[in-house]
Every structure is written in structure tokens, then in C-alpha cells.
């Protein structure tokens, strides 16, 4: 591979930004500034460059957390830095949301426009916002502000997450504070090794530098240096998460999003906190999120210590008996996944945690990660274990940064405690977690488009066959879970497979958790034995009385009448009454949401996140919403000949579209015209 | 003498295919059967030089027991396995891929294209007068080729020949996402100032016309393009000791384009800029 790089030069906080990730470049090839007699006789490059394709994304998240932006000589830089030519790293720079390649400012307000929050006032929102900061998109002010897709903060909505680019927090040494949880003035991670560790409590928004750990890949931690102390304080690197959220809220969260207030402890979205009979929620709100002492107290490696009695095959035989299946919406049978990863020759094997929860309306895993972050790291070593692998990827969605913030806490404790690493628990087996950050891809929730996206590539889905046990992450067997799946192996582990086998009906077993938002009285989290109704769960969370629709596994999912809260949530039940239940979404919308309006940004949501790769998925999502866009104001004959031209498209989409997201975006609105009778 | 490239024997492979008993080497994929079968399965993104990317879904076909359509161009056949490439279902999805593809791209010089819309009755101007289109202007930056971006279907076909499948050069990828996702070089830069070294492979493979030589995006905007007129001599590049086979494609005695016959064996229809492109000392009398 022959590069060639334009004359752009990075400057030297961009150049700062991704030697603070890859370590000083050890060679003019690199793009050191000067040139030695020794690079002259010498290249580095080929295989060894190129295997570390893999910091691509951590390496453009460097830039543009400290920049803001990616300008051209910060991309040639990174690309000489690790041998990725620069039309691909352009690429998959333009990919991402969250990335821009156009000098922007500092600071970014993006403004969660999805069904939650839409039903929550987010257009007034809106127009409150354009009135003070000019219109979306406008860099009015320094801040430059966004319609979203959802936060995952649907509990309180209507939300919004500022990010203000600047300098990690650990550019300065200092001693951690570890254990104690005051919210909002977290105390930060430390980091692997010899590298620089954060302040505690210096900055109340919390440093976010996900990814930027390197683990057991043959770079020397000690080489890795901060950026040189600046005489003038330096804008730091800060987000602010504010929901629910108010037009002077925002502009003051923007203004100085290190002092925005805090977020209310995740428990706050557990209306169940403290209810016994929890299994999954029972440690939210009851441990220090921070104290892997605490979570010890409460249960916590209990489960590790019986999988390791059990062994490998042990844990799989009982988790497979227990009868658990996939919560990210596909319902795989977990046990049968991980048998077919294990029992692959192909090494190494590899586990990836997808917690790339964006579906418009799940926030289930992040209340996990948020209030319980230990559970997530024993499980996968626990699910680690089983499949053979030494590497776990923890792929943590970019719009979650309290919960990258407590998760890498938890790895760097449990490394620290000898629960992660070379001997975990002193039983000869090697396992670490790398945190790999997603940076506003949807599409990166889909299976195989998360491992190119881990891997450096533009999130595109595969095709399938090969599947990921087979040929996953880096081409190699690879066991792939949902947060929500994974932390049910601890249960069935502790309680064992016949206690978790009778919750639940007989083909839904255990308990699920269901993301209730809209027009409820108590939006959060809550967690049902599967076969509870959908009536039963509204019970709980306080209903609309006026309840026009229900929609059910999110925009990838399905709408339900009021009428029809007998369905049984469990994968056949919803399967039976032609809906779906998807990853536990139930999101309530009453009379006073414009259907037609919300169906239409259910569409925009699907065209602007399809990757583009298959024609049915790239231009259908246009066609959709341009049809809908015509009868948003239209009913009965009027938009007849629309909602065939709908009918036809969507089935191709249906059928035709490589991944889940072309064949379900158009789902929810085929179940609102048949179910709902919209446009009648 | 010829050499016969000879191959360790395939087993074979038995399934149905619309009804009839196939029997495939193991490995083919459905549209090698198709093919094999005389059946004429429409294409776009798969091409006989690179792997499959199947990402315009214009081959897809049914296979029995299966959630979605599968595309014929990379599902392999697997013993048992029941396909019908005629189905309702299959032609219903053949039918709006091309509608939304010939309402949103110039397909007009695309081979066949007008064929299949005729086939399948396809109406892509049912999305009305608004429909997005791509509405791009052709980038000239450059003597020697062209991209009309307009007529680009974003098969990623010209990405894989330029990147690991063959050149190796990686000028171009494709940037931004959805709908808005073009073909780019790293932040839109002249083709001058990007790694592209001119081999014209990627003009070898794009199924559309939206890369084509200079001479022949020239001549068709001055309605001098005239294919029937036109003579294909193969002969063999001068310039080099590799012996890469040329294709020179002659009209009223000028060289027009250059191709490279697909299954010579030392070019797999790929070339360099010499073979390629430097054809104009032939012509300067």
C-alpha cells in the first residue's frame, strides 16, 4: 500500500490529541517531524502498520474530542500514524454523526427530536432554540446546535447532551479519588499503567476519553504522555447531559457545560428501585456505582466464582438449559451462540458486548451500565470464559458519556483486583475489556457493521453467511451479546438454570426489562417476569388515560391500540398478535401527538441513519418519507395512492435490504396504517 | 500449445432452481447456476473480476424457508436449498429496485438498463415530479476520465478495484452516509492532488458509465458516440515486457477507449495508465 498524504500539516494540539492516544510517532514514516539517517535505511509499514487499523475510530474521537472537528492535516496525520490511506479514513470519518470534517465550534448541543421526546415538547424546544441560537445548524454564538437522534434519555425527556471539545482532564496528573459516587462531580477514571491519571472532582462534567486505553497489544503504557501543562487554562473537554431540558437550561448548559447540574442518579429511572423481587434492577440504587467493594457486598463475582467450578462447557450447558435468548431484539438463544462460538478451531475467539443502544426509545442499558457498571463487566467475563475468548470489546454507544465514565472505572477497578487481566481470580484464565466508543451510527447497533466499525471500517453491515461465530470481529469466531442478555448469565448462574427456566413462560424464560416512556406518569425502567401484559406493565408506570397508540420495540418496531393490552409480553406472544417486542420498548403516546408527524420523523430517522450501502435501504428510506411528507395533512382517498406507493416500497425494503434496519424501516408505519388506521 | 489452468475437482452440489433438479460445483454462488442454467438474472453490483458486494439487490431470489430474498450474485447454492429466481416476491423487488434507481440516477447509459425496466414494468416516475435525485454535476479534473456522478448507483465496485481487490492505490472510498453518500476522494480533493495513479481500472468495472475515458464522455456530449461503429481489436500493450492484452476500441480510425479482455490471465481486465491511456502517439500524424 503505497499512501499518499496531501501538503496539510496538523497542528500541534491536533498533533497533541492523537500522540496522547498512540504515543509519540517512533519514526519520520510515522510522521515524526524530523527524518534520521536510520528512516532513511529503514520503512516500518505492512502487516504490523496496518494491524492497528483498530484505533482508527479512538484516533478520530482524539481529534475531534479535543479540535471539535477533523481537519484535513489532523486526518493525514492519524492515517500516517497507523498506515490507513486517507480516503478511507475520510470515509469512515464521514460516517459518524458526531465527527465533522468542516471547521465547527467548540461546543455542540444535540437535540434529541425522536418519538419520546417529541411527545414531550421537543418541537417547541426547537423553536425556543432557534429563537436564542439562530437555526439548527447555525454556528451562532460558538455553540452550534442539532436535532438528534434519540438520547436514550426518553425517562426524562426531552433531552439534550452538550459536548464541548477541549482538553482531557488528564492532562495534569493527580491522585484518584476512587469510591466515592457524588454525582456530577464523578471522580475520574485512572487509566491503565503509567498514564496520566484525572483529577478528582476537578471537572464536574467528567473527562470522556473513551477508547483511548490499550490493552495487551504490544505498545508500551509508559510511553503514552499528556499534553504538556498550558500556561493559560485550557478549554476542557466537558459534556453536560441535560433532560428534561428547557431553551435556558440549554443556553446556560452550553455557555459553561462543566457546570451544568448534575444528572440525577440513575436509580431515578428505576421507578421499581428497592421493590424486592428485582433481579436484573435489584443493585441499582442500592450499591455505589464506583465501589467494587459494595458490589461485592451485594452478590456481585458470585457468579464468576460458580462459573469457574463449572467450567467453560459447564456454563454454557446452563445457560443454554436456562433458556436464555438474546434482548437486543432478534431473540438468539444465547446458549446456542455461544456453543457455536466455542466450539470453533479458528483462533483467537473474541466476545463484543454491543452496548450501542439506539433505538429510538431504549435506555435500558444505560440505566444498567449507569447503576450497576460492575454487572456488565463480571458478566462478560463470565460470557468470556465460556466462548474461549481473552478479549472482550465493550462497543458503548458516544451519547452515553456518564456511563462510559463509570464503566471504564469499573474495568480499571477490576483490573486493578485481579478481576480482570492475566489471572483472573487466580484461576489461570486471561481476560481484558476494551471500551470502544460509537460515534452516532445507528446502523452500528447491527451485528456485523459494529465489528467494522470496531475494526477501523465504515459501519456496514455484512453479508451474511459468514455469521459472527464463525467469522466476526477481525474475521475471527466472535460471540456477540447485548448488555441486557449478558447480565442475565449472572442470575441464572447464582440461582442456577431450573430457578431462571421457571420465571417467565416456557419459550420466554427470566425476567425482561421494558423501556417505558411517552405519555406515562412514571417513564423508566421496569422489570417484569416475561408473560406480564402490556396491561399489567402500563398499570405499573401510571397510563395516559387518553391513549392513542403504543408503539413497541421502537421505530424498528410496531404500533398497538389501547385496546389491545392483553398481548403477553414475550417473544410469541407479541409474535402472535403480528407485533414485535423488540428491545423492550413501550412508548405511550396519547391523543394529543399528531400521528402523522411522528410517523414522519420515524422515517427521517430511518433515512438519515441508513448507511447507504443497498439500494432498497439508501433510496427507499427517501421514498418513504417524501410519500409521507405528502400526506401528512391527507386522509381516506386523498392518500390511497400513497400508502399503496408506501405498501409496495416497503415490502422491497422488507425483503430486499442487506441488514434489520432496511427490512424493519418501514414497520412501525405499516403498523399504523393497518393497526392504527392512520390517514383514514 | 494453450495451458489448460486445471483445478483440483469440485464436489458437486444438488438443489432445485425453480423447480429443476441443479447440480453446481461446490462453492457457486445461485447466479453461477443461473447463468450455467441460461437464465438471465439482472446485475449491477456484481462483477466477473471482484468479489460480490451485493449491495444493489437487483439479483435477488427466493430461497424457501428463508426470512428475506437472497442475493443471487453471493449466496452460494447448498445442497437441498430451493430457489425460485421468479417469484412473485423476487420480481416484486427486482421491480422497485429499479424504480428507485432510475428515479434517483441517470441510468441512461447503463447497459440493458432500459431493458429490465420494461421487463418488470417498472414506473420510476410514480414517486412524482419531487422525488430526490442525485442531481449531480460530472467532476472534470483531469485528460483522462471522467466521473458523472449522476449516473453513479454507489455499487462500490470502482472502491474495491482501486482498493485491496486491485490496485491497491485506495484514492477513493466512499464518504458520508444514506442518501447523501457519494464516491469521494479524502476530503473531496481533484483527482490530481489524491493517490489515484490513472490505471482506469475502476472505468474497467463501473456498470453505469459514470467513469468513462475523457474521449468517450467528450464525444458523447457532442452526440459523436456511435458503439456500432465501432471496432475492438485485442492485441498486446507495447510498452512493457508484462504482456497485459488491449482491447482498442476504434472509431472513423481513432482509438477510443482501451479495455482488457476479463479473463485474459495477466490482466483480469485490469491495466496501467500506459495501457490504458497512452494510446495518443498512435494518432498524432
Not at chain 1, 289 to 308: E, I
Not at chain 1, 459 to 470: A, D, I, Y
Request: charged share 25%; aromatic share 6%.
Amino acid at each position: 500500500m503505497d499512501l499518499h498524504f496531501g501538503d496539510s500539516e496538523p497542528t500541534d494540539e491536533e498533533r497533541a490529541a492523537v500522540d496522547a492516544l498512540l504515543g509519540p510517532p517512533a519514526s519520520a514514516w510515522e510522521g515524526a517531524d524530523d527524518r534520521t539517517d536510520t528512516d532513511l535505511r529503514w520503512a516500518r509499514g505492512g502487516r504490523e502498520a496496518r494491524e492497528r487499523r483498530d484505533l482508527l475510530l479512538p484516533g478520530l474521537h482524539a481529534v475531534n474530542d479535543r479540535i471539535g472537528w477533523i481537519s484535513e492535516g489532523a486526518l493525514d496525520y492519524l492515517c500516517r500514524r497507523l498506515t490507513v490511506p486517507p480516503a478511507e479514513a475520510y470515509g469512515v470519518a464521514t460516517f459518524y454523526a458526531m465527527f465533522a470534517v468542516k471547521p465547527r465550534p467548540a461546543k455542540v448541543l444535540h437535540v434529541c427530536t425522536d418519538v419520546a421526546c417529541a411527545a414531550h415538547g421537543s418541537t417547541a424546544l426547537r423553536a425556543a432554540l432557534e429563537d436564542r441560537l439562530g437555526a439548527a445548524g447555525s454556528a451562532g454564538g460558538g455553540v452550534l446546535w442539532q436535532p438528534s437522534p434519540c438520547l436514550g434519555l426518553c425517562e426524562r425527556a426531552p433531552a439534550a447532551l452538550v459536548v464541548q471539545a477541549g482538553v482531557p482532564s488528564g492532562a495534569t496528573a493527580a491522585t484518584v479519588n476512587a469510591g466515592s459516587a457524588r454525582d456530577g462531580a464523578e471522580p475520574a477514571p485512572p487509566l491503565a499503567g503509567a498514564r496520566p491519571a484525572w483529577p478528582a472532582g476537578a471537572d464536574p462534567a467528567g473527562p470522556v476519553h473513551g477508547g483511548a486505553r490499550p490493552v495487551s497489544r504490544g505498545r508500551s503504557d509508559g510511553t503514552v504522555t499528556g499534553p504538556e501543562p498550558r500556561e493559560t487554562p485550557a478549554r476542557r473537554y466537558a459534556t453536560a447531559v441535560v433532560a428534561p431540558a428547557t431553551a435556558e437550561a440549554l443556553v446556560l448548559a452550553a455557555a459553561e457545560p462543566g457546570a451544568a447540574p448534575a444528572e440525577p442518579a440513575a436509580a431515578m429511572a428505576v421507578p421499581q428501585a428497592g421493590q424486592p423481587g428485582l433481579t436484573l434492577l435489584a443493585r441499582i440504587g442500592a450499591v455505589d456505582p464506583y465501589s467494587l467493594d459494595d458490589y461485592r457486598a451485594h452478590g456481585g463475582y458470585t457468579a464468576l466464582r460458580r462459573a469457574f467450578e463449572l467450567g467453560p462447557a459447564g456454563v454454557i450447558r446452563e445457560v443454554t438449559d436456562a433458556g436464555l435468548v438474546g434482548r437486543g431484539g432478534a431473540a438468539f438463544p444465547t446458549g446456542r451462540k455461544w456453543q457455536a462460538t466455542a466450539s470453533q478451531p479458528a483462533r483467537p475467539h473474541y466476545l463484543v458486548c454491543n452496548a450501542d443502544e439506539s433505538e429510538p426509545g431504549t435506555f435500558k442499558d444505560r440505566v444498567v451500565m449507569e447503576g450497576d457498571p460492575y454487572s456488565l463487566v463480571e458478566a462478560m467475563t463470565i460470557a468470556g470464559y465460556a466462548v474461549g475468548a481473552r478479549r472482550g470489546f465493550l462497543y458503548l454507544r458516544g451519547e452515553y458519556p456518564r456511563a462510559l465514565r463509570l464503566l471504564q472505572h469499573a474495568i480499571d477497578q477490576a483490573r486493578a483486583r485481579g478481576l480482570l487481566g492475566d489471572d483472573v481470580l487466580g484461576q489461570g484464565y486471561a481476560f481484558d475489556i476494551e471500551i470502544r466508543r460509537g460515534a452516532g451510527a445507528y446502523i452500528c447497533g447491527e451485528e456485523t457493521a459494529l465489528f467494522n466499525s470496531i475494526e477501523g471500517y465504515r459501519g456496514e453491515p455484512r453479508s451474511k453467511p459468514p455469521f459472527p461465530v464463525e467469522k466476526g470481529l477481525f474475521g475471527r469466531p466472535t460471540a456477540e451479546n447485548n448488555v441486557e442478555t449478558l447480565i442475565n448469565v449472572l442470575p441464572i448462574l447464582t440461582g442456577g438454570a431450573q430457578a431462571y427456566a421457571a420465571i417467565g413462560t416456557g419459550q420466554s424464560t427470566g425476567p425482561k426489562l421494558f423501556c417505558v416512556s411517552g405519555t406515562v406518569e412514571r417513564p423508566g425502567i421496569y422489570e417484569l417476569p416475561f408473560g406480564a401484559t402490556l396491561g399489567e406493565l402500563l398499570e405499573l408506570a401510571g397510563p395516559s388515560p387518553t391513549m392513542r397508540a403504543i408503539l413497541l420495540g421502537g421505530a424498528a418496531g410496531g404500533f398497538v391500540r389501547p385496546d389491545e393490552l392483553d398481548i403477553p409480553l414475550t417473544f410469541e406472544g407479541t409474535r402472535a398478535a403480528g407485533t414485535t417486542l423488540g428491545s423492550g420498548v413501550v412508548l405511550v403516546l396519547d391523543d394529543t401527538v399528531e400521528l402523522p408527524r411522528i410517523l414522519l420523523r420515524i422515517a427521517e430517522f430511518f433515512r438519515d441513519e441508513s448507511c447507504g450501502q443497498c439500494v432498497p435501504c439508501r433510496v427507499g428510506t427517501v421514498r418513504q418519507e417524501e410519500a409521507l411528507h405528502r400526506i401528512v395533512d391527507r386522509t381516506g382517498a386523498a392518500a390511497a395512492d400513497d400508502i399503496a406507493l408506501l405498501r409496495e416500497v416497503g415490502q422491497a425494503m422488507k425483503d430486499a435490504s442487506i441488514c434489520g434496519l432496511g427490512q424493519t424501516a418501514w414497520s412501525a408505519v405499516e403498523s399504523a396504517i393497518d393497526r392504527l388506521g392512520a390517514y383514514k | 500449445m494453450t495451458a489448460i489452468p486445471l483445478q483440483l475437482p469440485r464436489r458437486l452440489v444438488e438443489f432445485t432452481l425453480d423447480g429443476q433438479e441443479t447440480r453446481v460445483p461446490e462453492g457457486s454462488t445461485i447466479l453461477d447456476a443461473c447463468r450455467a442454467a441460461g437464465k438471465d438474472i439482472p446485475t449491477l453490483c456484481e462483477g466477473d473480476t471482484l468479489t460480490p458486494k451485493n449491495a444493489c439487490r437487483v439479483c435477488v431470489v427466493e430461497v424457501e424457508g428463508a426470512r428475506v430474498l437472497a442475493p443471487a450474485c453471493s449466496r452460494k447454492a447448498e445442497a437441498g436449498m430451493t430457489v425460485s429466481t421468479d417469484s412473485p416476491r423476487a420480481r416484486h423487488s427486482r421491480k422497485i429496485v429499479l424504480e428507485l434507481l432510475a428515479s434517483s440516477t441517470d441510468l441512461s447509459t447503463t447497459p440493458r438498463a432500459a431493458e429490465w425496466i420494461k421487463e418488470y414494468k417498472a414506473r420510476p416516475d410514480r414517486f412524482g415530479p419531487d422525488a430526490a435525485r442525485l442531481d449531480e454535476e460530472p467532476k472534470v479534473d483531469n485528460d483522462l476520465y471522467v466521473r458523472d456522478y449522476d449516473k453513479c448507483i454507489q455499487c462500490y465496485k470502482c472502491v474495491d478495484a482501486c482498493g485491496e481487490q486491485w490496485q491497491n492505490s485506495f484514492a477513493i472510498s466512499v464518504a458520508g452516509r444514506g442518501f447523501d453518500a457519494r464516491i469521494s476522494t479524502e476530503h473531496d480533493t481533484p483527482l490530481t492532488d489524491s493517490a489515484c495513479v490513472y490505471c482506469g481500472n475502476c472505468i474497467e468495472v463501473c456498470p453505469t458509465g459514470a467513469l468513462s475515458f475523457k474521449s468517450e464522455f467528450d464525444m458523447r456530449e457532442a452526440g459523436t458516440w456511435n458503439e456500432s461503429a465501432q471496432t475492438e481489436t485485442t492485441t498486446i500493450c507495447a510498452y512493457c515486457g508484462v504482456g497485459c492484452n488491449l482491447t482498442l476500441h476504434v472509431q472513423e480510425n481513432e482509438i477510443v477507449k482501451v479495455t482488457s479482455p476479463h479473463d485474459n490471465p495477466v490482466t483480469h481486465g485490469n491495466l496501467c495508465i500506459k495501457g490504458r491511456f497512452g494510446y495518443q502517439h498512435v494518432q498524432q500524424r
